[in-house]
């Protein structure tokens, strides 16, 4: 088993910047890839960014060059820095945890990012 615990949500201006944490704990031996995924009110949940345990990225076009995905180890967490936030990157922000098998899914409880224009 695996817990993650997102943290640093909130309510920003448009322009503004935050830093969304999350942090795993429990059999987090086997985390291949972290990743953060977002959920706007009545639209699907979608890959915001991703990061492997060799350090690679990915990002969703909407968000390239304005978020920035990392890992401390040390701590075991996993942050979002978000630059530049608009109005449509209001959304429930989720921490997902992948392993080497399909079993090995787990989710964050999300935390709330409100932009106001």
């Known amino acids: 088993q695996v817990q993650l615990v997102e943290s640093g949500g909130g309510l920003v201006q448009a322009g503004g910047s935050l830093r969304l944490s999350c942090a795993a704990s429990?059999?987090?031996?086997?985390?291949?890839?972290m990743s953060w995924y977002r959920q706007a009110p009545g639209k699907q949940r979608e890959l915001v960014a991703a990061?492997?345990?060799?350090?690679?990225?990915n990002y969703a076009d909407s968000v390239k060059g304005r978020f920035t995905i990392s890992r401390d180890n040390a701590k075991n967490t996993v942050y979002l820095q978000m630059n530049s936030l608009k109005p449509e990157d209001t959304a429930v922000y989720y921490c997902?945890?992948?392993?080497?098998?399909?079993?090995?899914?787990?989710w964050g409880q999300g935390t709330q990012v409100t932009v106001s224009s």
């Open positions: 997902r945890a992948l392993g080497p098998v399909v079993e090995y899914d787990y």
């Open positions: 990061i492997t345990s060799g350090g690679s990225t």
């Open positions: 429990g059999s987090i031996f086997s985390i291949n890839a």
